[in-house]
């Protein structure tokens, strides 16, 4: 039963950034953390090259299986919902090749918005952080 779940379901943990509202796989995610500014961390905005913002609740996500990524720095997030996998819809073909590079790589419309979704394992500003 768990495994027909997986199949047609994804967890995602949302937050927003610059009115954006982003949307991370929850198996990408070790912990969700106080935001220390003793720690070393990268910026989301900075990730999907988004314009400068101010963090007003910040907290800081610790990858998954990726010891050597900084802390990512996050609004403390919104909600932690289920999408049905077939909800997901592709980024137009002109905009997909830059965006993928980012992590980002698919929307879900959602009560009359949009969750962009992002995947740090194929973001190019991270891999430089791979062990």
Same mark, same amino acid.
């Given at each position: 039963?768990?495994?027909?779940?997986?199949?047609?379901?994804?967890?995602?943990?949302?937050?927003?950034?610059?009115?954006?509202?982003?949307?991370?796989?929850?198996?990408? /995610?070790?912990?969700?953390?106080?935001?220390?500014?003793?720690?070393?961390?990268?910026?989301?905005?900075?990730?999907?090259?988004?314009?400068?913002?101010?963090?007003? $609740?910040?907290? /800081?996500?610790?990858?998954?299986?990726?010891? $050597?990524?900084?802390? /990512?720095?996050?609004?403390?997030?919104?909600?932690?919902?289920?999408?049905?996998?077939? $909800? /997901?819809?592709?980024?137009?073909?002109?905009?997909?090749? $830059?965006?993928?590079?980012?992590?980002?790589?698919?929307?879900?419309?959602?009560?009359?918005?949009?969750?962009?979704?992002?995947?740090?394992?194929?973001?190019?500003?991270?891999?430089?952080?791979?062990?």
């Amino acid at each position: 039963m768990a495994a027909a779940m997986k199949q047609t379901e994804l967890q995602l943990l949302v937050f927003t950034i610059s009115g954006t509202r982003y949307g991370i796989d929850v198996e990408q /995610i070790a912990s969700l953390q106080n935001y220390d500014s003793a720690q070393v961390i990268l910026k989301f905005h900075e990730l999907v090259a988004a314009k400068a913002v101010s963090y007003r $609740t910040p907290k /800081i996500l610790i990858v998954k299986n990726r010891e $050597t990524f900084p802390a /990512i720095l996050i609004n403390e997030p919104e909600d932690m919902i289920n999408i049905l996998i077939k $909800t /997901i819809r592709p980024l137009p073909v002109i905009m997909a090749s $830059t965006a993928n590079c980012r992590g980002v790589w698919g929307v879900v419309p959602q009560k009359g918005d949009l969750i962009v979704l992002f995947d740090f394992y194929k973001n190019e500003n991270l891999k430089k952080y791979q062990g």
